[in-house]
């Protein structure tokens, strides 16, 4: 996706942001990277309780790379309570690190996440560990 675009046929708000639906990830790229290549990037964070990646686990609402090549990700976590977002927040770091200049983390609570933000993938990955969804 190139400027400001957005997946096809998503609408956006008046101030030109994604409208994003609950359960749809929004994305937006002004800078050199792709959303495509952060997000494939973000499959090696993995939950350290669930041993499951934060893409699969649908933990990431939102990807947005400004046009210095700054990335910008919402993201929420299995339980406001969690007590290892440095952790997850060091790995996302790492994980981007050469393909992004700076990452920051947009911590989010709504909507709020819920087993069914799980993919089919991340699913047979919980299943393989044992875990009935």
Not at 12 to 21: E, F, I, S
Not at 53 to 64: C, F, M, W
């Amino acid at each position: 996706m190139s400027d400001s675009e957005t997946p096809a046929g998503q609408a956006v708000t008046d101030d030109g942001a994604p409208a994003v639906a609950e359960g749809q990830v929004a994305f937006t790229s002004a800078g050199t990277v792709s959303v495509e290549d952060l997000h494939e990037a973000l499959m090696d964070v993995v939950d350290p309780e669930l041993g499951i990646d934060v893409v699969n686990l649908g933990l990431i609402y939102g990807i947005h790379i400004d046009e210095g090549d700054i990335a910008t990700i919402d993201m929420t976590l299995t339980s406001a309570a969690c007590p290892l977002t440095d952790v997850i927040e060091d790995q996302a770091k790492t994980a981007t690190d050469g393909l992004v200049k700076d990452l920051r983390i947009n911590w989010v609570w709504m909507p709020p996440w819920g087993p069914d933000k799980i993919t089919d993938e991340g699913r047979d990955q919980l299943r393989a560990l044992g875990f009935n969804v």
